[in-house]
Each structure stands twice: as structure tokens, then as C-alpha cells.
């Protein structure tokens, strides 16, 4: 059984995490032969301000001000 765990950056809408949940799938069961019934995607979402790139923190810019 596959399972695969995606870290992003909270924003994103339902609908992109449906797609990104479905293609992930689809190139599981593509390139390991899994059967689809048996793969788990696991999304874990993080503040911007949790992820920091350079010595900045990936929060939006409207928030940094607080």
C-alpha cells in the first residue's frame, strides 16, 4: 500500500488539492502497478509563517505586518 505525505504551504483551493490528490494517484498506479484502491495521499498544510526560505518566512505580505 503506497502512501505518499505532501507538505505545502496552506492557500490552496479545494478543487488544486482534489487534482493534486488525483494525478499523484495516477502516477503511483503508473509507475509502481499499484492497484488505485490501494494508494493514501496525506496533505499536511503549514502556515506560511512556519516555512521560511533564505531567512524569509513564506507568509503572505499582508501578514508579515502584524
Known amino acids: 500500500m503506497p502512501i505518499v505525505e505532501i507538505t505545502m504551504?496552506?492557500?490552496r483551493t479545494p478543487a488544486a488539492k482534489r487534482r493534486l490528490i488525483e494525478k499523484v494517484t495516477d502516477a503511483i498506479v503508473d509507475?509502481?502497478?499499484?492497484?488505485r484502491e490501494s494508494v493514501?495521499?496525506?496533505?499536511?498544510?503549514?502556515?506560511?509563517l512556519h516555512f521560511g526560505v533564505a531567512g524569509k518566512t513564506k507568509e503572505k505580505p499582508e501578514a508579515a505586518g502584524s
Do not use: D, K, S, T
Open 31 to 35: 509507475a509502481v502497478e499499484a492497484p
Open 40 to 48: 493514501r495521499i496525506i496533505l499536511r498544510e503549514i502556515p506560511g
Open 9 to 11: 504551504i496552506e492557500g
